[in-house]
Nanobody, 124 residues
């Protein structure tokens, strides 16, 4: 079992660079792949970024590649999402998720554990 709690959201001006954090509890955190997803109003939840259990393999959605950076610290049981050059279309609820796999999933279904989400609103 893994419990996830996101933080760091809020209202940001376009071009801003907020950092989201996800704190995990549970003894097996270091064996899980971790992902960030987002859901905008009226849209389906979509993949943003993911990292493997060791932090060495990362994947990003094309829409955020080059602007967002995901990292993890297994000792602290945290994953972060550094977001740069935010645009209004990045407005969404951002979710942290954990998957019990050595792969780096980009779809929702492998992720069994989800946080409650944190709202990021980008003003133009």
């Amino acid at each position: 079992q893994v419990q996830l709690v996101e933080s760091g959201g809020g209202l940001v001006q376009a071009g801003g660079s907020p950092r989201l954090s996800c704190a995990a509890s549970g003894r097996t955190f270091s064996t899980y792949a971790m992902g960030w997803f987002r859901q905008a109003p009226g849209k389906e939840r979509e993949f943003v970024a993911a990292v493997d259990w060791g932090g060495g393999i990362k994947r990003y959605a094309d829409s955020v590649k080059g602007r967002f950076t995901m990292s993890r610290d297994n000792a602290k049981k945290t994953v972060d999402l550094q977001m740069n050059s935010l645009q209004p279309e990045d407005t969404a609820v951002y979710y942290c998720a954990a998957a019990d796999t050595r792969l780096v999933p980009v779809s929702l279904s492998p992720y069994a554990y989800w946080g409650q989400g944190t709202q990021v609103t980008v003003s133009s």
